[in-house]
């Protein structure tokens, strides 16, 4: 069968975006191009600017198998680092050739075998393939606090940091404590006037080492040898099998080791009886997305730092009136209050086969064929969609399998073999059904904490199988999901 040129569009540069654009120009794919709502590429790491922003995942093992990283200053990699790994990276492939800043996609349409896309600007354009890198923590969740409206301060979500704000001197409040607040109050801690941190759930925190590199490691590290050494990929493996493991086995020895490490953190940490109580967590450690913090208990403890645990009440003019009546006066509200997880490429409208509409099909939560891939939306293609692996490692190499299974995919539509891929109804509805069945069985659901992975129905929203079983999925499509021969597959 005849090669077909496809014309192939990308929605997001952020690190799945641009990890589609280098796959796709390498293998031969030339009718591409990449949309990105905003001027830059980075995604996440380009709308987070916040003191102390960090990725807990090694340094080393947080970049493209492909185009490692010898040059990381500290052994968590900061969010500025990050991001200039991502723009150096999009420079070296060629990638701005093909990208369109400042375009957000406003709509997508499967009409005639082909996606028509309509754009905020007015732009359109067509895809025979379309991937929809968009993310999946993008929308900033504001709580629904009293009064919020009426604060005199400054007060702004930590995904949109104001840098207009000077801190010094200053008396902020931080509300929240997953890993961004645990970062932010970190950063501060003993650098402003006054630092309260209002805790709602008390978090595991795992210690964590982040000292620096040298410039003799890092000059060390060019050599790709001793690069492979120090990052021990066989041992941080098994680290993320582990804790996959804990996930759907809280009676793990993985599970257990890591909540000793946690306890013993902050029973050697945390000096006063009384304050070590209030952070120590009443749930199931994992239940939560893991805190890995060198210096938090040491950042909580500054004289200038406190812990707020009484329960907010409202904001006034002039601060935060907890409930037990005192009113904390305060110059900076941060919300460090997460993300709406359930978004991926939404607001878009998206329709698919016959009509079929996205918002419908996920009406009771966000669901897709192993995470990739909807019925009635042939060639449509998620990176990091609804049901991936999120946890406490790399995004980036859940993303590398994704696409390794994606291609595979799109080459049978190239091979002109067969020009429209999607699962069966009944592949995603057995599927789904194995999911939440398993996503029953996960700390996420049995450990007796509210997290940012549940859905609206209290359902884990994650893969809740292991990592290994994951990364099997990715390696061959099973071909019968998407009503193909896998006989005539393998000819293709
Ligand atoms: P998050 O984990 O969803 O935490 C939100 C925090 O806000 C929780 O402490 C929550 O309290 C609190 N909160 C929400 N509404 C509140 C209200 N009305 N009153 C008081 N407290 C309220 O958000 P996040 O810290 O931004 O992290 C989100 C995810 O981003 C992480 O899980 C991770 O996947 C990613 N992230 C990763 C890194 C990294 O190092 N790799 C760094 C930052 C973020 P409750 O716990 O009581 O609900």
């Known amino acids: 069968m005849a090669e077909q040129d496809l014309r192939v569009v990308v ?127 993008h929308k900033p969740r504001f709580p629904d606090i009293k009064g919020a409206d009426s604060f005199e301060g400054h007060l702004f979500h930590s995904a949109r940091w104001d840098h207009s704000v000077p801190l010094e001197g200053k008396r902020i409040g931080v509300i929240g404590n997953g890993s961004t607040g645990v970062q932010i109050i970190s950063a501060l801690a003993g650098k402003v006037a006054k630092l309260e941190h209002y805790q709602r759930t008390a978090q595991w925190i795992m210690p964590v080492e982040n000292g620096y590199f040298s410039e003799e490691e890092r000059a060390a590290f060019r ?23 804990a996930i759907t086995d809280s009676d793990s020895p993985g599970s257990q080791h890591m909540a000793a490490a946690c306890l013993q953190n902050l029973e050697e940490s945390v000096t006063d009886p009384e304050l ?31 812990l707020v645990d009484s329960g907010i009440e409202c904001i006034e003019p002039e601060g935060i009136r907890t409930r037990d009546g005192q009113l904390h006066e305060l110059d900076i509200i941060v919300f460090a209050t997460g993300f709406h997880p359930d978004c991926f490429m939404r607001p878009m409208a998206i329709s698919g086969r016959n009509g079929a509409s996205l918002d419908k099909l996920w009406q009771e939560r966000p669901l897709a064929y192993l995470a990739v891939s909807m019925p009635d939306f042939p060639n449509l293609f998620m990176l990091n969609g609804p049901s991936g692996p999120v946890g406490n490692f790399s995004l980036i190499d859940i993303a590398e399998n994704q696409w390794g299974y994606i291609e595979q995919l799109m080459e049978r539509i190239r091979s002109g073999e067969c ?74």
């Open 11 to 137: 929605l997001g540069a952020g690190m799945a975006g641009i990890l589609a654009g280098i796959k796709l120009l390498e293998r031969g794919y030339r009718d591409i191009n990449i949309y990105e709502k905003a001027d830059r590429v980075g995604g996440t790491w380009r709308e987070n600017t916040y003191p102390g922003l960090t990725c807990d995942v090694p340094s080393h093992h947080y970049t493209y198998s492909f185009e490692r990283n010898p040059d990381w200053t500290r052994h968590l990699p900061p969010g500025a680092e990050i991001q200039g790994y991502f723009e150096r990276t999009t420079e070296k492939y060629g990638l701005n050739e093909v990208i369109r800043f400042n375009e957000e996609a406003s709509s997508a349409e499967w009409r005639d075998g082909r996606w028509h896309l309509g754009f905020h600007s007015g732009r359109e354009d067509v895809a025979d393939v379309l991937i929809a890198a968009t993310g999946v923590l």
């Open 223 to 245: 050599d790709p040898a001793v690069l492979e050494e120090v990052m021990d990929v066989k041992g941080y493996m098994e680290a993320v099998e582990q804790y996959t493991q």
């Open 276 to 306: 070590r109580e209030r952070l120590r967590p009443d749930h199931a450690p994992l239940c939560k997305r893991l805190i890995f913090s060198p210096d938090y208990y040491q950042a909580i403890q500054h004289p200038d730092s406190e």
């Open 419 to 492: 020009p429209e891929i999607a699962p069966t109804m009944q592949a995603m509805q057995d599927y789904e059904a194995a999911r939440v069945e398993a996503a029953k069985q996960t700390v996420w659901f049995k450990g007796g904490c509210n997290s940012w992975y549940l859905d609206k129905d209290g359902i884990p929203s994650s893969w809740p199988w292991n990592y290994q079983r994951f990364v099997q999925e990715m390696a061959a499509p099973k071909w019968e999901a998407f009503g193909l021969s896998a006989a005539v597959a393998a000819n293709t």
